[in-house]
């Protein structure tokens, strides 16, 4: 089992750039795919950006690509989403999540464990 607690979020203007951080608990950190979603006021839950056990492999939403970069660390139990060039639709609460299926898993129901969000405003 796994607790993640995201921080990092807060108000930019349009252009602007955030790091978000996902900090996690458990010594099997090392044995989860980490996930990035978003979730926008009256929309459903998004899939954003993962990363593979070792740090090797990322996998990023077409709307996002080369504006995101998602990183981990598994020496520290962390994992990150480098926000730049952040644009007033990238307005939502952004979660952290780990599955220990294999393969790129973008959806949602396929990861077990959540953090509890993070706001992320980009004002135009």
């Known amino acids: 089992q796994v607790q993640l607690v995201e921080s990092g979020g807060g108000l930019v203007q349009d252009g602007g750039s955030l790091r978000l951080s996902c900090a996690a608990s458990?010594?099997?950190?090392?044995?989860?795919?980490l996930g990035w979603f978003r979730q926008a006021l009256g929309k459903e839950r998004e899939f954003v950006a993962l990363?593979?056990?070792?740090?090797?492999?990322?996998y990023y939403a077409d709307s996002v690509k080369g504006r995101f970069t998602v990183s981990r660390d598994n020496a520290k139990n962390t994992v990150s989403l480098q926000m730049d060039s952040l644009k007033p639709e990238d307005t939502a609460v952004y979660y952290c999540?780990?599955?220990?299926?294999?393969?790129?898993?973008?959806?949602?129901?396929?990861?077990?464990?959540w953090g509890q969000g993070t706001q992320v405003t980009v004002s135009s």
């Open positions: 458990g010594r099997t950190f090392g044995s989860y795919v």
């Open positions: 990363v593979n056990r070792s740090g090797s492999s990322t």
């Open positions: 999540a780990a599955t220990r299926y294999f393969g790129v898993t973008t959806a949602p129901a396929l990861y077990s464990y």
